[in-house]
């Protein structure tokens, strides 16, 4: 059982920055994908980022390239999302996902219903 607990969030001006952090209880297995979740009032939760443990391969939504990152610090067991140039539309609560990884590709899914594991949430707010 993983139980990973979101922080960071807050409010900032369109084009500043945010660090989210997610620590996990403990890793039981070798492999996990970790991602990052958003979702707005109203909206469907979207997927933001994921990061392979093991592997350290990223991936991201086109949404958010090239203005987050997706990191890890496995010796701590905590997953980060450094967020910058936000946007009005950004703002949305942000949950921190896990699910065990399986083969030797390091490769993650970008779906909600793959992960397992859920934290509580973040809520980022970004003001025009």
């Known amino acids: 059982q993983v139980q990973l607990v979101e922080s960071g969030g807050g409010s900032v001006q369109a084009g500043g920055s945010l660090r989210l952090s997610c620590a996990a209880s403990?890793?039981?297995?070798?492999?996990?994908?970790m991602g990052w979740f958003r979702q707005a009032p109203g909206k469907e939760r979207d997927w933001v980022a994921s990061?392979?443990?093991?592997?350290?391969?990223?991936y991201y939504a086109d949404s958010v390239k090239g203005r987050f990152t997706i990191s890890q610090d496995n010796a701590k067991n905590t997953l980060f999302l450094q967020m910058d140039s936000l946007k009005p539309e950004d703002t949305a609560m942000y949950y921190c996902?896990?699910?065990?990884?399986?083969?030797?590709?390091?490769?993650?899914?970008?779906?909600?219903?793959?992960?397992?594991?859920w934290g509580s949430g973040t809520q980022v707010t970004v003001s025009s």
């Open positions: 996902a896990a699910v065990v990884a399986v083969g030797a590709i390091y490769a993650c899914p970008s779906s909600r219903a793959s992960y397992y594991y």
């Open positions: 403990e890793y039981t297995y070798s492999s996990y994908c």
């Open positions: 990061i392979h443990t093991r592997g350290g391969t990223t």
